[in-house]
């Protein structure tokens, strides 16, 4: 592995050979992919040792986090086709179109996020690899153990394809040239940059009809795993009115009987975390074992920033209309979480906007890296990127695309009326129009009835009188 400052040279080398288009050879990324995955295989101890040096995270969350790292490389390895790629390669010496041809970027350059650091390299690294791209990874000076075995341990297939800089890489025309992912900033200005909506807010909403001790146990997890640092962690919290305190009531429980599970913080040990929240504005309505729940109003401007670790912002709610105000107020959001039955969820998730809608849970998956990158077709949690997200469509055409027709006839053609879709006329009797119409024969009937009634007995006096 070659570890080096950045420089205009390092720059070019990598240009060129990115350019020499060995990353396209089926073959190649598989061998890259496989001698990744036994690498780490191998090193599974000394990355243990790493992330439990710069987190002290529960072993549960290590193990959470070597697996999806591993399963990324495995899956990146079986999404390579050998087969396909072959037959791909020769469609055009067969006369046939590769319409859905990709081709890579050339230079992934990778600036990772400090959340789940080894899974945010490596998840990127390992599609970067099966797309067929140079990476450089950017790894600042720094005491991190993480960093360190990346520096001194990590080893690939090709060194010339993965090159690890020590310096942040700055040159305008080069980064203009690569496939940026920085995980760390949400905006950037470069074409080919991968966007990171990190700073958006997450909301749950708990409706009367939710399950109070799977969501309170979901929400603490998610702001307590992973040492709360997760960018899908819940800010806010929506609650009902009417199930307040059970839902306050059920998160004493879960932090007091399974706080070790969780990787909540003992009290005597979470001075600083503590000292952080109790900064905070609203009224605490909880403050244990290093864990705080504060009540806001729905206006409060606190509700639009991302909340600190171990800390949830509580907002009652009378309704899910109210609900839905308040999360569009505070939006976008990077995720939203309804809690409540699936007719409620539905209402909730049509009229909130947000990037990905998880109900009735929160997986664990989803807390480790960086957030979903915008864009990703994949809806496969357990990856933050996929193949599609390191490559670009470069389509090849070999049949005749031009109208096969004279332009007037061509013209004509285009300009005929569309036929209309087939549709019913419209009318329907809604859930109003039935409650008008039930009430009007509760009202009208009786008296037509009585009416009708009436008639036939004078009816039949007159008939009686006449004989």
Request: aromatic share 8%; hydrophobic share 40%.
């Amino acid at each position: 592995m070659v570890v080096q400052p950045a420089s205009e040279r390092l720059y070019n080398e990598l240009l060129d050979t990115a350019s020499d288009g060995r990353g396209r050879n089926a073959r190649y990324r598989q061998n890259q992919i496989l001698f990744l995955h036994n690498q780490l295989r191998v090193d599974l101890e000394k990355i243990r040792t790493a992330i439990k040096k710069d987190t002290s995270s529960t072993e549960a969350d290590i193990d959470i986090e070597l697996g999806l790292s591993l399963n990324a490389v495995r899956r990146m390895y079986e999404g390579v086709d050998f087969n396909k790629s072959l037959e791909d390669e020769f469609r055009i010496a067969k006369n046939s179109d590769n319409i859905e041809r990709r081709i890579p970027y050339g230079v992934v350059l990778i600036r990772p996020t400090q959340h789940t650091r080894f899974f945010s390299i490596i998840s990127a690294l390992a599609a970067a690899f099966a797309a067929g791209n140079v990476v450089l990874l950017e790894l600042e000076s720094s005491l991190r153990a993480v960093d360190q075995y990346f520096r001194r341990e990590f080893k690939v297939l090709d060194n010339a394809s993965c090159i690890i800089v020590t310096t942040r890489v700055d040159n305008a025309a080069f980064l203009a040239r690569c496939r940026l992912i920085d995980q760390t900033t949400p905006v950037l200005d470069y074409p080919d940059s991968l966007q990171h909506r990190s700073h958006q807010i997450t909301v749950a909403v708990i409706d009367r009809t939710a399950d109070i001790s799977k969501a309170a146990r979901a929400i603490l997890a998610s702001k307590c795993r992973f040492r709360g640092t997760s960018p899908y962690g819940v800010d806010v919290v929506l609650v009902n009115e009417w199930i307040k305190e059970k839902f306050l009531a059920q998160c004493r429980e879960v932090i007091d009987t399974e706080r070790t599970t969780l990787g909540a913080i003992d009290k005597d040990r979470s001075e600083k975390h503590r000292t952080k929240s109790l900064k905070l504005q609203g009224e605490h309505l909880l403050d244990l074992h290093g864990v705080n729940i504060s009540e806001y109003d729905g206006s409060a401007p606190e509700l639009r920033e991302k909340s600190s670790a171990y800390a949830l912002r509580l907002v009652t709610v009378t309704g899910l209309v109210e609900a839905t105000t308040i999360a569009s107020a505070v939006g976008p959001l990077s995720a939203l979480y309804p809690f409540s039955n699936p007719g409620e969820a539905k209402y909730l998730s049509q009229h909130i906007d947000s990037d990905i809608c998880m109900v009735n849970q929160i997986p664990s998956s989803l807390l480790v890296g960086p957030c979903i990158p915008v864009g990703s077709l994949s809806a496969d949690i357990d990856i933050r990127y996929d193949t599609n997200l390191m490559s670009k469509p470069a389509p090849q055409w070999v049949h005749d695309l031009s109208p096969r027709t004279d332009p007037r006839q061509f013209y004509q053609q285009a300009s005929a009326p569309v036929k209309p879709v087939k549709q019913h006329s419209g009318f329907d009797i809604g859930f109003f129009d039935r409650g008008a119409i039930t009430g009007a024969v509760i009202i009208i009937l009786p008296p037509l009835c009585a009416l009708a009634y009436g008639g036939y007995r004078a009816a039949a006096h007159v008939y009686h009188c006449c004989i």
